[in-house]
């Protein structure tokens, strides 16, 4: 049966994935077909190998498609993939840190003079000013404990809040912290109800230019059906773990843990229910586009409150030497981890931060919000 293997469908490529020409880049294609059948690419006859055959295009436009035809004694056969060109792209990480509420508490329970004598708004102010490190901060409407929500935080901040809207941003996470995987099964009305609630009081309270589009929803899990949901309001990048559903450390601290039952239909979590092919890829690559949807996936390459400091660059560096990997370095942590008061508390946690983001520094990678041009980088 007639298949183009590589490029993937919906694959986000870069300088990396081929050779860059006058007209655009050229990136190798192969796949399989019966041996026996004259195979063209583009219109362009394809060499062959056996059952392999192999050809090059070039990509001169943001999507291109992909034909290959085949020609047999009982007729033509077909396979078509669409591939995402990022003409600009660069080296370049994003920071998202999830399930912030704590903040919000704090602030409005001290009524500080400025936002940056809370502890952890003022630890991540540092790391910008040492590192030019942008963050998108995913909030929650309501503290686990429900003791406080955000219509409750005063708009005395906004002016702070946009003057540093430049590097600090604001986006919807979930209702509130339980129950875990909100969104994985609910009705799209739901979604779309939680979604406005903590848009509108982020545009009350901080102003319009600290908002982003989410990237990363609680759990990392939506039903499909509710994808629109999100690109109807602008979200353009979700961010996933795609991992196997077979074991995790998505909750310790670099030790391994048994899966309980997640109630994922398929072989892979945090995943935002994507099949089990597009899993598998995003698992060793980058990013993946659904043209359905408009949606680009990203693959989040470290957790940081999961990975002891020690570990993080050995975890990180393999990923630079990866065509696959290398472009886009998708950093990641929670809120709650900085709080001492925290029973999972991480008292590194800051220089957990530094060290990855100093790593990315290092190596030439530039900060980036995932909402702006494509994957942070210009369209």
Avoid at 124 to 137: A, M, P, Q, S, W
Avoid at 188 to 214: H, M, N, T, W
Avoid at 316 to 322: A, F, K, S, V, Y
Wanted: with cysteine.
């Amino acid at each position: 049966m007639l298949r183009i293997h590589e490029p993937f469908h919906g694959a986000v490529l870069n300088h990396r994935h081929g050779q860059t020409a006058k007209a655009g880049l050229e990136i190798p294609v192969w796949g399989t077909a019966p041996a026996d059948e004259p195979v063209t690419v583009n219109g362009v006859p394809a060499q062959r190998a056996g059952e392999r055959f192999f050809a090059t295009v070039v990509l001169d436009a943001a999507e291109t498609d992909i034909v290959a035809v085949a020609v047999g004694v009982t007729g033509c056969s077909e396979h078509r993939v669409r591939v995402v060109w990022d003409r600009h792209s660069r080296p370049r990480y994003r920071f998202g840190i999830d399930d912030n509420s704590f903040v919000f508490r704090d602030v409005a329970a001290k009524r500080y003079t400025s936002l940056f004598q809370n502890f952890y708004l003022a630890g991540l102010r540092e790391l910008h000013r040492k590192y030019k490190t942008k963050f998108v901060l995913n909030c929650f409407y309501a503290t686990p404990e429900h003791d406080f929500d955000l219509s409750q935080f005063p708009a005395d901040y906004k002016t702070e809040w946009a003057d540093n809207a430049d590097w600090l941003k604001l986006a919807f996470h979930a209702y509130a912290e339980f129950p875990d995987r909100p969104y994985q099964n609910c009705a799209p009305e739901k979604l779309a109800g939680d979604y406005d609630l903590v848009a509108g009081e982020i545009a009350r309270f901080a102003g319009e230019a600290s908002f982003s589009p989410s990237t990363i929803i609680h759990w990392g899990m939506v039903h499909p059906s509710a994808w629109n949901v999100l690109t109807a309001r602008g979200v353009k990048v979700l961010s996933g773990m795609f991992y196997p559903n077979t074991g995790s450390v998505y909750t310790t601290d670099g030790e391994s843990f048994p899966v309980e039952e997640t109630g994922t239909p398929f072989g892979y979590d945090v995943n935002y229910s994507l099949d089990n092919a597009r899993s598998e890829y995003l698992n060793r690559h980058d990013a993946l586009k659904d043209f359905a949807s408009g949606l680009i996936f990203s693959k989040v390459d470290i957790v940081c409150n999961n990975v002891p400091d020690e570990q993080i660059v050995p975890l990180l560096e393999p990923l630079t030497r990866g065509a696959n990997t290398a472009e886009i370095m998708d950093l990641f942590t929670h809120e709650q981890y900085f709080w001492p008061s925290y029973a999972a508390h991480r008292p590194d946690h800051f220089q957990r931060l530094e060290t990855a983001i100093r790593f990315c520094t290092e190596h030439g990678y530039e900060p980036v919000f995932f909402h702006e041009g494509l994957l942070g980088g210009t369209e």
